[in-house]
Nanobody
């Protein structure tokens, strides 16, 4: 099982960019599909994006397509989330998730994940 630590959040203005980093400890990082979720105040945690472990295919929810980009570096056990043109509706705590050899369907299901990091808060002011 991997331990996940998120960083990089902050307070920005609409239109700004942020890059979030998730660092994983544990073995065989390259066998994990990695993803990001977010939880806005008063709302359920939602899937945002994932990168599949064996194909590097990436998936995004419609509201972030063209603005967010996920990538991974298996040599550093890290997954990055580049967020451009941030909007107030992107305000949330962002969480990294790992699914061992997971497909997209399993990965995007919040109930699939038991091992969450502490999250990193992103606040976008208008």
């Amino acid at each position: 099982q991997v331990r996940l630590v998120e960083s990089g959040g902050g307070l920005v203005q609409a239109g700004d960019s942020l890059r979030l980093t998730c660092t994983a400890s544990g073995r065989a990082f390259n066998t994990y599909t990695m993803g990001w979720f977010r939880q806005a105040p008063g709302k359920d945690r939602e899937f945002v994006t994932a990168i599949i472990w064996n194909t590097d295919e990436t998936y995004y929810i419609d509201s972030v397509k063209g603005r967010f980009s996920i990538s991974r570096d298996n040599t550093k056990n890290t997954v990055l989330l580049q967020m451009d043109n941030l909007q107030p509706e992107d305000t949330a705590v962002y969480y990294c998730a790992a699914g061992w050899q997971s497909n997209l369907g399993t990965m995007r299901n919040t109930m699939s994940h038991k091992n969450w990091g502490q999250g990193t808060p992103v606040t976008v002011s208008s």
